[in-house]
């Protein structure tokens, strides 16, 4: 169940992330060069690697496992309502959806406003901001990897899904050549931010055993079945949210 679970926040996660990543390497790449455009993805893409291992590793290497469960359990938690939380009030329409298209145009209008500026043989301007965008994006997806691989003992597991994701969004791009802007961002935010703070609250729970004297884990009533109770909790609460907030939304 935790696998699966891993797998599916992992995969998900990312692709939201990679639908916001590809608006800005298209919008470089259509307007700039691609040459340039590619290389700022491949340096995001070498760089976040690095990272991942490094931090991966670490916490594997230096950290006990029960304190693990509850510093990790407890940032997810924090991390998935703060998603929750966005995919509420557009959900409700307290706030606006995100739209890709506009997004689009204005990172095309600022490349085309650039200067053209050369170095190292590259466009500087795209190779810079397709490495930001993609970076930037690509550490939210670095702190979910890390977070739920380490967590549940697999990062490899954890990358897998994340990589799912971005090959889906990345080919369905390049397929279009054009932003996703009909992919449900903000259906599968909510998804995300549910699973996130249903793993966050079962590992952080898991991780109170650490103040106890023999620092052993504080079981789950039925284990990991418990995981299904708190997501059912999670969606009700949120479902609650959405229906209190929608008619202030339309009031407004």
Not at 45 to 68: N, R, S
Not at 99 to 123: K, N, P, S, V
Request: aromatic share 10%; hydrophobic share 55%.
């Amino acid at each position: 169940m935790t696998g699966g679970g891993l797998v599916l926040a992992t995969l998900l996660a990312s692709a939201v992330e990679f639908v916001e990543a590809l608006t800005i390497v298209l919008a470089m790449g259509t307007t700039r060069e691609w040459r340039s455009t590619w290389f700022g993805v491949g340096a995001a893409l070498a760089l976040l690697t690095v990272i991942t291992a490094i931090a991966g590793y670490a916490l594997l290497t230096w950290m006990p496992e029960t304190l693990l469960q509850l510093v990790v359990g407890t940032l997810l938690l924090i991390f998935g309502l703060q998603w929750l939380r966005k995919a509420i009030l557009r959900a409700s329409g307290l706030k606006a959806v995100h739209d890709e298209e506009e997004t689009f145009r204005q990172e095309r209008e600022a490349a085309r406003a650039a200067g053209g500026e050369r170095r190292l043989g590259l466009d500087w301007f795209a190779f810079v901001v397709s490495f930001k965008g993609v970076f930037l994006e690509g550490l939210e997806i670095v702190f979910i990897v890390i977070t739920f691989g380490t967590n549940a003992d697999s990062i490899g597991l954890a990358a897998v899904g994340a990589a799912a994701g971005g090959v889906l969004v990345l080919g369905a791009g390049i397929a279009l050549h054009r932003p996703l802007s009909r992919v449900p961002e903000n259906t599968i935010k909510f998804a995300v931010g549910l699973l996130l703070s249903t793993f966050g609250l079962f590992w952080s729970i898991e991780g109170l055993g650490v103040f106890t004297p023999g620092n052993d884990a504080i079981e789950w009533p039925g284990g990991d079945a418990a995981l299904l109770a708190l997501l059912a909790m999670w969606g009700l609460l949120a479902w609650g949210a959405v229906r209190v907030l929608s008619p202030r939304a339309e009031a407004a």
